[in-house]
T-cell receptor
Framework: GAGVSQTPSNKVTEKGKYVELRCDPI?????LYWYRQSLGQGPEFLIY????????DSGLPNDRFFAVRPEGSVSTLKIQRTERGDSAVYLC?????????????FGPGTRLTVT | DQQVKQNSPSLSVQEGRISILNCDYT??????FLWYKKYPAEGPTFLIS?????DKNEDGRFTVFLNKSAKHLSLHIVPSQPGDSAVYFC?????????????FGKGITLSVRP
């Protein structure tokens, strides 16, 4: 079956602009996660959805970052007033569990470059 | 403050030999551990996991060992193959609560020489 998909695969934007990154999780997966991976680092947690609600947004770096999942499937990560430090690969993952010991399946990521 | 540490950034081994990738953690609340493999321009791919109630889990050529008292785990790949060349991430989560967000190490680049 289809895995996690993310669009666009690459996004170049100018400092100060607004961007949206999309994630399509594996069908039927109720849990959805966003991570950010900077160069030379491992993925860092941003936000977790269980269904439509953001159950944990403690990893969002500041209020320029926001994410939604209105119908409990597709999610959009939104970044306002982008800064050069936002440049990274943004990874989305989904899992079937409502928490607990289930592995997360990752998409290929969106590489965001802020110039 | 790195809660999951992969202190060796790279490892090179000969094809057919054993690869041992190490990982240490500091948060005693972690009780579920995973290894992910990542190729360039792809997302991480789940490899193997272990719960804290076990000290070993094996899947084919891959075995993960957990030493809770030392807060240390390792991934053994035997025999190593050139296709195993990738970046390997150790990740941990706490099963308590409904959120199993993962905390990752920085990764180890494994190169398997033919």
């Amino acid at each position: 079956g289809a895995g996690v998909s993310q669009t666009p695969s690459n996004k170049v934007t100018e400092k100060g602009k607004y961007v949206e990154l999309r994630c399509d999780p594996i069908s039927g997966h109720t849990a959805l996660y966003w991570y950010r991976q900077s160069l030379g680092q491992g993925p860092e947690f941003l936000i977790y959805f269980q269904g439509t609600g953001a159950a944990d947004d403690s990893g969002l770096p500041n209020d320029r970052f926001f994410a939604v999942r209105p119908e409990g499937s597709v999610s959009t990560l939104k970044i306002q007033r982008t800064e050069r430090g936002d440049s990274a690969v943004y990874l989305c993952a989904s899992s079937s569990g409502a928490g607990g010991p289930s592995e997360q399946y990752f998409g290929p990521g969106t590489r965001l470059t802020v110039t | 403050d790195q809660q999951v540490k992969q202190n060796s950034p790279s490892l090179s081994v000969q094809e057919g030999r054993i690869s041992i990738l190490n990982c240490d953690y500091t948060n005693s609340m972690f009780d579920y551990f995973l290894w992910y493999k990542k190729y360039p321009a792809e997302g991480p791919t789940f490899l193997i996991s272990i719960s804290s109630i076990k000290d070993k889990n094996e899947d084919g050529r891959f075995t993960v060992f957990l030493n809770k008292s030392a807060k240390h785990l390792s991934l053994h790949i035997v025999p190593s193959q050139p296709g195993d060349s990738a970046v390997y991430f150790c990740a941990a989560s706490a099963l308590t609560g409904a959120n199993s967000k993962l905390t990752f190490g920085k990764g180890i680049t494994l190169s398997v020489r033919p």
